[in-house]
């Protein structure tokens, strides 16, 4: 079912993990990547990303924008997540799959920028609000969560094994 108001993500890193987020949400009503932080030149994460997906002739380079027929998401040559301005563009939540800002403080500064969730996709340093292993642990997400991380797939596989 489309939401009326899909949910406004910015994607902090758009190595393999990042190019699948914004693949996934461009065929997706529920989601829309508004802003890509990245230290790469955006020919080269659009030549990336289109090498990658089945109908690469989807997503086009426009500018500082990539653009799809769902989205336009502004690509920011950013390198640290307190020098992303995720308040300007009115991000409900961040995605950090840089993998390398795992601690409390990178993620704070998400937050301090505007962000009003962040999401690692890979496991902390220190201590957040919570670590949700799909299959595991999923419905102890609460509303007022702000910190999160999914796991790493190591993590995750581990989890459901020994869970089964």
């Known amino acids: 079912m489309a939401q009326a108001n899909p949910i406004r993500v910015g994607i902090m890193g758009f190595g393999q993990t990042g190019r699948q987020i914004f693949e ?3 065929r997706s009503d529920e989601v829309e990547i508004v802003a890509i932080a990245d230290i790469g030149q955006r020919e080269i994460l ?8 089945n109908e ?3 997503h086009r380079l426009e500018g500082n924008f990539l653009v799809n027929d769902r ?3 502004r690509l920011m040559e950013i390198d640290r997540p307190a020098e992303m301005p995720w308040d300007i563009f009115k991000v409900d939540m961040v995605i950090d799959s840089t993998g390398k800002y795992r601690d409390r403080s990178d993620m704070e500064g998400h937050l301090a920028n505007g962000a009003q ?3 690692l996709r890979t496991l902390p340093t220190d201590h957040i609000d ?5 299959g595991i642990n999923g419905d102890t997400a609460a509303v007022d969560d702000r910190m999160i991380s999914a796991g790493s797939a190591t993590t995750s596989a581990l989890a459901l094994l020994l869970n089964s």
């Open 56 to 58: 690469p002739e989807r």
């Open 46 to 53: 659009h030549y990336l990303l289109c090498s990658e997906v």
């Open 71 to 73: 989205f336009r998401a």
């Open 24 to 26: 996934l949400a461009s």
């Open 130 to 134: 919570r670590i949700v292993i799909p």
């Open 117 to 119: 969730r962040v999401l």
